[in-house]
């Protein structure tokens, strides 16, 4: 009986783990705003702008399937810098020394960030899923206002 315990206990642990450690490896390396002005003073690199809200059903699904994909994952992390922001954010966003901000104070369907309004609009409106593909230089490459699977992705992040 003791011994069917350890085996049992050695199997449950071994199971949980595998997924924690492969987690912390196996995840785009998001970043802020303000660690994103930091990072490209030291080392430049190319960004990767990823707009979203809590009700687009494509922006889940691209977090979900496409950002989770390991070969998405490997291209991301050794060649960009990545930036998730929830356009409906009520955070102070500071980024190169200016301030960005939601009018409201509480989160709100319909309410958007003023970096959200600035960067992911589209003929005036603002469309979510939004990417945007900059250069070393932060120069704007590609916007992509839809929903990018995961061939769409790595097609466009090698410019």
């Given at each position: 009986?003791?011994?069917?315990?350890?085996?049992?206990?050695?199997?449950?642990?071994?199971?949980?783990?595998?997924?924690?450690?492969a987690?912390?490896?196996?995840?785009i390396n998001?970043?802020?705003?303000?660690?994103?002005?930091?990072?490209?003073?030291?080392?430049?690199?190319?960004?990767?702008?990823?707009?979203?809200t809590?009700?687009?059903?494509?922006?889940?699904?691209?977090?979900?399937?496409?950002?989770?994909?390991?070969?998405?994952?490997?291209?991301?992390?050794?060649?960009?810098?990545?930036?998730?922001?929830?356009?409906?954010?009520?955070?102070?966003?500071?980024?190169?020394?200016?301030?960005?901000?939601?009018?409201?104070?509480?989160?709100r369907?319909?309410?958007?960030?003023?970096?959200?309004?600035?960067l992911?609009?589209?003929?005036?409106?603002?469309?979510?899923?939004?990417?945007?593909?900059?250069?070393?230089?932060?120069?704007?490459?590609?916007?992509y206002?839809?929903?990018?699977?995961?061939?769409?992705?790595?097609?466009?992040?090698?410019?």
């Amino acid at each position: 009986m003791s011994r069917l315990l350890s085996i049992t206990f050695i199997l449950l642990s071994s199971l949980m783990g595998t997924p924690c450690q492969a987690q912390g490896r196996d995840s785009i390396n998001w970043i802020s705003f303000e660690q994103l002005s930091d990072s490209l003073q030291v080392h430049p690199k190319k960004v990767i702008l990823f707009f979203h809200t809590d009700w687009c059903s494509y922006c889940r699904k691209m977090q979900n399937e496409v950002f989770t994909d390991a070969e998405v994952i490997s291209a991301l992390n050794n060649t960009y810098y990545a930036v998730r922001f929830d356009a409906e954010s009520v955070d102070t966003v500071t980024f190169e020394g200016q301030k960005f901000t939601n009018t409201i104070s509480k989160k709100r369907t319909g309410r958007y960030h003023a970096l959200a309004q600035l960067l992911a609009q589209r003929e005036g409106k603002l469309v979510f899923p939004t990417a945007i593909l900059l250069d070393e230089k932060f120069t704007v490459r590609q916007r992509y206002f839809q929903y990018l699977d995961k061939k769409k992705l790595l097609k466009a992040i090698k410019f």
